[in-house]
């Protein structure tokens, strides 16, 4: 059994990331955690003098409770796989803290979360939080573009700097879910500044990846995301798989961008694994 992590802020952003989540994992055993937390800033005088004669749960989060409750009820009617069980939680931590404790809780396996490059402070969910979420959250995390349509995904370009280990753990999770999905694997080495050292990628992708579909190609002295911008121009890719690490792909890829160009560069869903 599979568990997974949705966030939702109840937005159309957050309802078509758990639609691609559920249909993405259609054919898996899933616990679906459906999380909502609830914005500190947002306590307000009226709040608390309601706390005066009503306790602070009932004032506060009661109706945002029972939204996600609803939420909960839809996707269990609507589910078309009895494997799937749905379950709410509503926190009000810090953001980050918040999704650290589920995460350990829960023991979950994927984390998704919906991304509409806004850059508004009032964002919690799909903004500039789900860049932290991909930066500091050490678990496989899903990230659904706003305008992303479900369709089987049926193309993979996975991103690999200089630093990214081919040998390691993170690397093999992308692979193996690509290989789940029946995903053709497009593995791209970028060296930026030029290559230095032993070239060893092909001799394991061989050894290691004889039943995965996949294809090679190293690209030396071109920017990281030039080289992503050009490759997705002439291929047809349905998903990107990354390797964050501190100072990885992920930064450089948006190295010039701001949180709006972001989104007009993020179409598509990005696969995300830590070392």
């Known amino acids: 059994m599979k568990n ?3 966030l939702t802020d109840f937005s159309t952003c957050a309802q078509n990331a758990i639609h691609y ?5 259609k054919d898996e055993a899933c616990c679906f ?3 909502h937390v609830h914005k500190s800033g947002s306590f307000t005088m009226d709040d608390l003098m309601a706390s005066a004669t009503a306790n602070v749960y009932e004032s506060v989060f009661k109706a945002e409770n029972d939204r996600l409750e609803k939420l909960i009820d839809s996707l269990e009617q609507t589910s078309e796989n009895d494997a799937h069980k749905f379950y709410s939680i509503l926190d009000y931590d810090s953001f980050l803290q918040a999704i650290y404790r ?7 396996d994927i984390l998704v979360a919906g991304y509409n490059g806004v ?3 009032e964002e919690i969910v799909f903004g500039s939080h789900t860049l932290s979420i991909v930066r500091k959250i050490n678990c496989k995390t899903l990230v659904v573009p706003e305008n992303a349509t479900f369709h089987n995904p049926k193309t ?3 991103l690999l700097d200089a630093k990214d280990d081919i040998q390691g753990k993170a690397f093999e999770n992308l692979i193996h879910t690509a290989k789940n999905h029946d995903m053709h694997v497009h593995v791209l080495r970028v ?3 030029g290559y230095k050292g032993d070239r060893y990628d092909e001799s394991y992708l061989m050894k290691h990846c004889k039943d995965v579909n996949y294809t090679y190609h190293v690209i030396e002295n071109v920017p990281l995301d030039y080289v992503k911008s050009c490759y997705m121009q002439l291929y047809d890719i349905d998903m990107i798989g990354l ?3 501190k100072e990885s792909v992920f930064e450089r890829l948006f190295k010039h961008s701001t949180t709006t160009t972001i989104s007009k560069t993020l179409k598509k869903p990005l696969l995300v694994t830590h070392p």
Not at 21 to 25: D, Q
Not at 102 to 108: A, D, F, Q, R
């Open 33 to 35: 955690y459906i999380m």
């Open 4 to 6: 997974v992590l949705i």
């Open 21 to 25: 989540a559920l249909h993405f994992l």
């Open 102 to 108: 589920i995460i350990e809780e829960k023991k979950i």
């Open 119 to 121: 850059s508004n402070v």
């Open 191 to 193: 060296y930026e500044k």
């Open 243 to 245: 390797i964050v690490q």
């Open 156 to 158: 993979m370009l996975l």
